[in-house]
């Protein structure tokens, strides 16, 4: 028989909307990017973000199939992700022993 609730102060939703708003910050929008020429295939990248792979010189690159965008040089890999893995990518990047990898949202 309780009746100390939240009832009527509207502190709770405020709690609530602001819980929603971050589960819709989930989804981002982001690019990767391996410095190609900072790279030196340890793959520690690969341990922390399943998406980055072993390209055919031996130097990482991502899997085709989970980026929205894709782009090679020789210089650099760049692909681009809509999706809530933003962490996964950005914990990649800090496992990287030669700071090869730049996440930047947009
Ligand atoms: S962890 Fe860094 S150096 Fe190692 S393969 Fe990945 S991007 Fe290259």
Redesign the pocket.
């Known amino acids: 028989m309780s009746a100390d609730t939240a009832d009527g102060d509207g502190s709770e939703e405020a709690v609530a909307d602001e819980e929603t708003a971050a589960d819709d910050a989930a989804a981002d929008t982001y690019t990767v990017a391996?410095d190609r020429d900072a790279?030196?295939?340890?793959?520690?990248?690969?341990v922390r973000d399943d998406r980055?792979r072993e390209d055919d010189d031996g130097?990482?690159g991502f899997d085709p199939e989970t980026a929205d965008a894709l782009e090679r040089s020789e210089a650099s890999v760049q692909a681009t992700f809509t999706d809530d893995r933003l962490e996964d990518a950005r914990a990649a990047a800090a496992?990287?022993?030669?700071d090869?990898?730049t996440v930047e949202t947009q």
């Not at 790279?39 to 690969?46: Q, R």
Request: charged content about 5%; hydrophobic content about 65%.
């Open positions: 391996v790279c030196d295939g340890v793959f520690a990248c690969l980055f130097l990482a496992a990287c022993p030669f090869a990898i």
